[in-house]
């Protein structure tokens, strides 16, 4: 529930009756209009937008709300990618300090050699080398940034990655590219990932199933292959038009 309003205040609903599960090793792809609540309910799961009701269950724990968060809960194994990537890092520190800063602050290292031979395999794992350990953000390009926040992500071994829009801002030929990486290590590490989009044919490549969001609702879910075949809901039925006339 949110509120607006200078002079006369009003309160409205962004999502209304959402529910999703989803499974170890599963993308869910959610699709919808901008301004359907999409990436507030990213936020909602993740306890950085507090609920007014209802309730965030991860890993068979209930997310307490209002993002009132402790390390001790393990909280940090849901992460997300934000659309615009350059956000979720430092611009004053090298890369090398923002792949650091995670496994200092939970403490997943014990000495600075583990340190840089933790590192070392996370810019493997992205398609990254050592020379961008020296860098700053701003030195690098769009799609070596989300390789950056994906690898800081890795860092602290999640189990469900949400990503918003991850790719709408990068080239058509890098979008592929990060897309591809990200289902690669999605897979590989087996995690829960909600892919969260505007463009239903990326979110038919990139999932399992799909759930479509219309007015801060899911109107329909179902497996990718069926919605797009066979959509039941008007809504669903008109993005798949729009996606073929594209």
């Known amino acids: 529930m949110f509120t607006a309003g200078i002079f006369k205040r009003q309160s ?20 919808g209009g901008s301004g359907c609540g999409k990436s507030t309910l990213a936020r909602v799961i993740l306890g950085l937008v507090p609920a007014s009701s209802g309730r965030v269950v991860f890993k068979g724990r209930e ?8 390390r001790d809960q393990g909280w940090e194994k849901m992460q997300i990618i934000f659309q615009h990537p350059e956000a979720s890092l430092n611009p ?21 050699e583990e340190e840089a031979a933790v590192i070392a395999g996370l810019l493997e794992t992205v398609g990254l080398s050592r020379e961008h350990l020296s860098r700053y953000p701003h030195e690098l ?35 592929a590219q990060v897309l591809r990486l990200l289902k690669d290590i999605q897979a590989r590490y087996g995690l829960a990932c909600l892919f969260i989009s505007h463009d239903l044919a990326v979110v038919r490549w990139m999932s ?30 008109a993005l798949v038009r729009e996606e073929e006339f594209f």
Do not use: W
């Not at 409205?12 to 699709?31: M, R």
């Not at 997310?63 to 402790?70: E, K, M, S, Y």
């Open 141 to 175: 390009s769009g799609g070596q940034i989300q390789r950056v926040v994906l690898a800081r992500i890795l860092a602290l071994r999640p189990a469900c990655i949400i990503a918003d829009e991850p790719t709408s801002m990068l080239d058509v030929s890098v979008q």
């Open 208 to 237: 399992d199933r799909i759930a479509v969001m219309s007015q801060g609702r899911i109107v329909e879910t179902g497996l990718a292959a069926q919605i797009i075949k066979n959509p039941g809901h008007p809504y669903t039925a």
């Open 63 to 70: 997310l307490p709300a209002g993002g009132n968060r402790r």
């Open 92 to 112: 004053r520190l090298k890369i090398r300090d923002s792949l650091a800063e995670p496994l200092r602050i939970h403490r997943l290292v014990t000495d600075r």
């Open 12 to 31: 409205f609903k962004v999502l209304d009756g959402v529910s999703l599960h989803i499974s170890p090793g599963e993308t869910l792809g959610l699709v």
